[in-house]
Structures are given as structure tokens and as C-alpha cells.
């Protein structure tokens, strides 16, 4: 390291960016996680619309898509079964 201020600036602004880098990376492994909930309601919305559009699929196998579609928890797929089967 040299003492002239501007080299000093320089470096710590480079350290500085690495660090808002870090950050950055963080944050995008984030975006993709959904609420509590959301892909029941994704799944159940499709599931409407796909009766509605469809009606002489089976609900039974437009569940089961859904289930598979919208990878839902065995939680999940057991609500639906028990409710809108």
C-alpha cells in the first residue's frame, strides 16, 4: 500500500465492491422462495381452470397433476385429496 490517498481509495472502494458482490449473490438464491401457501393457491387456481376448461377431465387425475405440477408437500396433496377430490 502506498501514502498516496487516492491508491488507499481505490483499494477500499474495490474491497467494498466485492462485498456489495457477496450480497448481491445472497439475495438472487432468495427470490425464488414462494410464501407459505402460494403454491397451494397456484394449485388449486389451476386446478379450477382446468375443470372448468376441461370438464370431462376426472377431478381425481386433475388433482394429481397439480400435485405433481406444483410440487406440493404430502401435506398439501393430502388436503387436496381430502377436500376437492
Not at 498516496?4 to 458482490?21: F, V
Request: hydrophobic content about 30%.
Amino acid at each position: 500500500m502506498s501514502w498516496y490517498p487516492s491508491r488507499r481509495l481505490a483499494e477500499s472502494s474495490s474491497a467494498r465492491s466485492n462485498k456489495t458482490t457477496k450480497v448481491k449473490d445472497n439475495m438472487a438464491t432468495t427470490e425464488n422462495v414462494q410464501p407459505q401457501g402460494e403454491k397451494i393457491r397456484k394449485a388449486l387456481r389451476w386446478v379450477g381452470e382446468t375443470i372448468q376448461d376441461c370438464p370431462d377431465k376426472k377431478r381425481e387425475r386433475v388433482i394429481k397433476e397439480a400435485e405433481i405440477r406444483f410440487d406440493l408437500s404430502p401435506a398439501e396433496c393430502e388436503f387436496l385429496d381430502n377436500n376437492f377430490s
